[in-house]
């Protein structure tokens, strides 16, 4: 008998997770994407981020703009490259413990953008933030999906109908990936802490997000 209500527990939870509406959200004239209905969004003091909750996941988006005193040079597709790679590293560095896994270059339209996932063992199970980067138009778009690892049957459909809905304005080329005269003509050195503040800063945000979710849903 037991077995049987699991079993059609699952089932209804998939249809619902099947049945919940998702909208096109335009983020601005670079981004838009699909979301589940009911997301929060706060768009305040060049501070922008979204919140989603699915049956099976969280979804958090970040826009911050290049800023003179921590955005680096990026004048060529290395520059660029070695952005992602060091927000990585540095990720990883405030991230004790955990494992970052599948880092991968890809495409979203003509811009390049990076993809990988953090792992993280909560205590109370595994949890997996699926990142994706994005710098293009004077801003660094950071898409995350977390999910827990108990729910990977269901949640990874979810987090692949996520990370395939993101879209770039295709008139968009990889020269609107580097960074503007301003900012380089500043001190590189002189935003070497800022930088590394940055990912930080997300990633605690990113995960105080997931844990006010998960409180609610219980």
Do not use: C
């Not at 589940?36 to 099976?56: E, N, R």
Request: aromatic share 12%; no cysteine; proline share 3%.
């Amino acid at each position: 008998m037991k077995p049987l209500i699991l079993i059609l527990t699952l089932l209804i939870l998939s249809n619902i997770s099947y049945a919940q509406e998702w909208e096109i959200v335009k983020i601005d004239s670079t981004v838009s994407v699909k979301l589940p209905k009911g997301f929060s969004k706060t768009d305040k003091d060049d501070k922008y981020s979204l919140v989603a909750v699915s049956p099976w996941g969280t979804i958090l988006i970040f826009k911050t703009l290049d800023d003179k005193m921590s955005t680096p040079d990026i004048e060529k597709d290395k520059h660029l490259k070695k952005y992602y790679d060091d927000y990585i590293k540095n990720v990883r560095t405030v991230s004790p413990g955990a494992n970052i896994n599948d880092e991968k270059d890809g495409k979203l339209g003509a811009l390049n953008v990076k993809d990988f996932t953090l792992q993280i063992d909560t205590g109370s199970g595994v949890l997996y933030r699926n990142f994706r980067l994005l710098h293009a138009s004077s801003a660094t778009y950071i898409f995350e999906f977390l999910y827990q690892d108990l729910h990977s049957e269901f949640a990874v459909p979810e987090k692949e109908k996520f990370f395939n809905s993101i879209e770039v304005n295709e008139q968009l080329g990889k020269i609107d990936q580097y960074t503007s005269d301003e900012i380089n003509d500043n001190n590189a050195a002189s935003k070497k802490y800022l930088y590394w503040a940055i990912p930080g800063g997300i990633v605690l945000i990113g995960f105080a997000f997931f844990l006010l979710q998960k409180r609610n849903r219980t």
